[in-house]
T-cell receptor
Framework: AQSVSQHNHHVILSEAASLELGCNYS??????LFWYVQYPGQHLQLLLK??????LVKGIKGFEAEFIKSKFSFNLRKPSVQWSDTAEYFC??????????FGSGTKLNVKP | GAGVSQSPRYKVAKRGQDVALRCDPI?????LFWYQQALGQGPEFLTY????????KSGLPSDRFFAERPEGSVSTLKIQRTQQEDSAVYLC?????????????FGPGTRLTVL
């Protein structure tokens, strides 16, 4: 079965620290890739997505992610986190029409 | 306009009861998805509608799960004879078109607890 792995389940950072959250997937063909975020008490919302073109994609709130096909990875980055980035982050992969596969999520706690 | 809404937000059922979970997608959105999210896990795909057509139901865990979207807008996920393993948050999402790169907008979810 296809899978999406998020290596870190819980990350704690201080404000202004840099962030990198890992995401790896197991499908070898063409994929569409997504990062979703869920702020406390809010719905899941899209941060950014990649489906073709420049493998470095920029999303909302200063987040970016890089697709590295040879490593089956789509890591999320932010140079300087803020307390308001405290949330749970989910990586998702789509390769089969309408099916989306989500990772188990990474909880980010940013200390002020 | 309003986002995706789901009702009820919380549901407690005794084992063996039937439940019905409702999703109101964003008006005009063609695609509608249902996901199941167990505690500590990411959302897991259940089923997909394009308008009123259920194009993929391969993620439904058993024949106790049934979903419909008869007029291409509101959708209902029904679970018959609930079991404890059905306890989870059920998420609905809609997207504007039928293209997989369209942004999915998620509802708040229904938290189902089966006792």
């Amino acid at each position: 079965a296809q899978s999406v792995s998020q290596h870190n389940h819980h990350v704690i950072l201080s404000e202004a620290a840099s962030l990198e959250l890992g995401c790896n997937y197991s499908y070898g063909g063409t994929v569409n890739l997504f990062w979703y975020v869920q702020y406390p008490g809010q719905h899941l919302q899209l941060l950014l997505k990649y489906f073709s073109g420049d493998p470095l994609v920029k999303g909302i709130k200063g987040f970016e992610a890089e697709f590295i096909k040879s490593k089956f990875s789509f890591n999320l980055r932010k140079p300087s986190v803020q307390w308001s980035d405290t949330a749970e982050y989910f990586c998702a992969v789509n390769y089969n029409f309408n099916k989306f596969y989500f990772g188990s999520g990474t909880k980010l706690n940013v200390k002020p | 306009g309003a986002g995706v809404s789901q009702s009820p937000r919380y549901k407690v059922a005794k084992r063996g009861q039937d439940v019905a979970l409702r999703c109101d997608p964003i008006s005009g959105h063609v695609s509608l998805f249902w996901y199941q999210q167990a505690l500590g896990q990411g959302p897991e795909f259940l089923t997909y509608f394009q308008n009123e057509a259920q194009l993929d139901k391969s993620g439904l865990p058993s024949d106790r799960f049934f979903a419909e979207r008869p007029e291409g807008s509101v959708s209902t996920l029904k679970i018959q004879r609930t079991q404890q393993e059905d306890s989870a948050v059920y998420l609905c999402a809609s997207s504007r078109g039928g293209v997989t790169t369209d942004t999915q907008y998620f509802g708040p979810g229904t938290r189902l607890t089966v006792l």
